[in-house]
């Protein structure tokens, strides 16, 4: 499908909050999808997969939740600043910037009622974990591509587990420098027990970041398919 893209500025307590909207051009309803970005901001890359989630039939957006910071796009080289920046995110600031996309795309006419799911990147697979007990309510699945860090936190993602009430996609590359295996069953292991309904993929060849192809991280096999799995479950929950 052909996707058009515009910003739009959303308002949040600390201010205007830019995000980026991509939508097929072709008139219609469509199930809405909010895309959260990785440690580097909503750059090129993550504009291109709110691209291509549109181009499969879905109002998509990108909230910036590094709208509080100086420096919104940190480049893929400086590791060290996309740490320090995302470690200043608070949980509760960006589940309401979560939460203004959610308002603002429920809002749009062609947007299908009760047809909302989330995905999220690296920082914005935490988050999207996050997402799917926070805003429990609006979120029909959500797919957390190697979310750093959903057991630490006060409270965790993890803590929250038992709130979430959509099915969830989770993806892994069993070579990530950044998130243990342990953490990886922790997860697995809390799911479980709080009885949501997942899958969990873990690519054995593929480290952290394999889905992003400006980085060296890069993993195709792992990334396509990862891509057409993330397709068939959105089109699964949402169409």
């Known amino acids: 499908m052909d ?32 895309v959260i970005q990785e440690a580097f901001g909503v750059n090129d890359h993550m504009k291109k997969v709110t691209d291509r989630i549109a181009a499969e039939g879905y ?27 995302l470690q200043r995110v608070q949980d509760p600031k960006a589940m309401e910037d979560v939460g203004a996309a959610i308002a603002h795309v429920k809002a749009q006419s062609n947007v299908k009622a009760g047809s909302l ?5 690296c920082m914005g697979g935490r988050l999207t974990y996050l997402t799917a007990a926070h805003h429990a309510k609006d979120i029909k699945c959500a797919v957390p591509y190697y979310g750093g860090g959903i057991p630490m936190g006060n409270p965790s993602p993890l803590s ?24 990886v069953d922790q997860i697995k ?46 089109a699964q929950h949402l169409k």
């Not at 909230?63 to 910071?69: A, G, N």
């Open 160 to 183: 929250r587990t038992g709130e979430i009430k959509c099915p969830m996609y989770l993806f892994f590359g069993a070579k990530d420098q950044l998130i243990p295996l342990a953490h």
């Open 59 to 85: 109002v998509a957006i990108a909230p910036d939740i590094y709208h509080r910071e100086a420096e919104r796009i940190i480049p893929f080289s400086d590791m060290a600043k996309a740490i320090a920046t």
């Open 189 to 234: 292991t809390e799911l479980t027990a709080k009885k949501v309904a997942f899958q969990a993929e873990i690519y054995p060849e593929a480290g952290h970041g394999f889905f992003c192809d400006e980085r060296g991280s890069y993993h195709g096999t792992s990334a396509q398919d990862a891509w057409e799995k993330t397709k068939a479950f959105f």
């Open 3 to 34: 996707v058009s893209s515009s910003v739009v500025q959303l308002n949040t307590s600390d201010g205007k909050m830019e995000a980026y909207v991509a939508q097929p051009k072709d008139g219609g309803s469509y199930p809405g999808v909010v």
């Open 117 to 121: 799911g989330v995905i999220g990147f």
